[in-house]
T-cell receptor
Framework: DSGVTQTPKHLITATGQRVTLRCSPRSGDLSVYWYQQSLDQGLQFLIQYYNGEERAKGNILERFSAQQFPDLHSELNLSSLELGDSALYFC?????????????FGPGTRLTVL | AQSVTQPDIHITVSEGASLELRCNYSYGATPYLFWYVQSPGQGLQLLLKYFSGDTLVQGIKGFEAEFKRSQSSFNLRKPSVHWSDAAEYFC???????????FGAGTTVTVRA
């Protein structure tokens, strides 16, 4: 158990819908990262927050947004969902914000868009 | 731009045999290097990391990796694999003064009895 929790574990929804994925980092960690893992794209970095502020952005679509709240939990919002958004979404956390900090991964949320 | 290459998509190895997974990166300076493992249905777990110093690093579960600057490589090894080592392995690279990691495409390891 990494100490990072993600809810829900599974999510099935329809095209055009909007969903919210939630992540609670390990106690004491200030950084939260979001990744998308799919068969064709592999593990793609989406976005990073550190202590409530956006720190780095990766291949995140405009239809996707995220935020980190004062209690440090984070939410990833996916809207106007398409079939291609079906993937495993991971959250990770680390103490600091730099690339040398070990990232601890949650178990993921599997999103299926029908 | 930095990139991470894991040349082997899939490796099959017999239980008890040795295992070596390749990772190459492109980056001008010494990067921060990581190997993660993802067991089926699980998140990623850190096996080991290299920042500086001794180029041979030991990790958890009996894994080790060697940093070779001349070859821009950070290959992962295990002398004797166990059936529980069947998983997907990811090499990741972090750039100095940067925030995020770049992950390779992953290598799936199958262990046969």
């Amino acid at each position: 158990d990494s100490g990072v929790t993600q809810t829900p574990k599974h999510l099935i929804t329809a095209t055009g819908q909007r969903v919210t994925l939630r992540c609670s980092p390990r106690s004491g960690d200030l950084s939260v990262y979001w990744y998308q893992q799919s068969l064709d794209q592999g593990l793609q970095f989406l976005i990073q927050y550190y202590n409530g502020e956006e720190r780095a952005k990766g291949n995140i679509l405009e239809r996707f947004s995220a935020q980190q709240f004062p209690d440090l939990h984070s939410e990833l919002n996916l809207s106007s969902l398409e079939l291609g958004d079906s993937a495993l979404y991971f959250c990770a956390s680390s103490v600091g914000d730099r690339s040398y900090n070990e990232q601890f991964f949650g178990p993921g949320t599997r999103l299926t868009v029908l | 731009a930095q990139s991470v290459t894991q040349p082997d998509i899939h490796i099959t190895v017999s239980e008890g045999a040795s295992l070596e997974l390749r990772c190459n990166y492109s980056y001008g300076a010494t990067p921060y290097l990581f190997w993660y493992v993802q067991s089926p249905g699980q998140g990623l777990q850190l096996l080991l990391k290299y920042f500086s110093g001794d180029t041979l690093v030991q990790g958890i579960k009996g894994f080790e990796a060697e940093f070779k600057r001349s070859q821009s490589s950070f290959n992962l090894r295990k002398p004797s694999v166990h059936w529980s080592d069947a998983a997907e392995y990811f090499c990741a690279v972090g750039k100095q003064n940067d925030y995020k990691l770049s992950f390779g495409a992953g290598t799936t390891v199958t262990v046969r009895a």
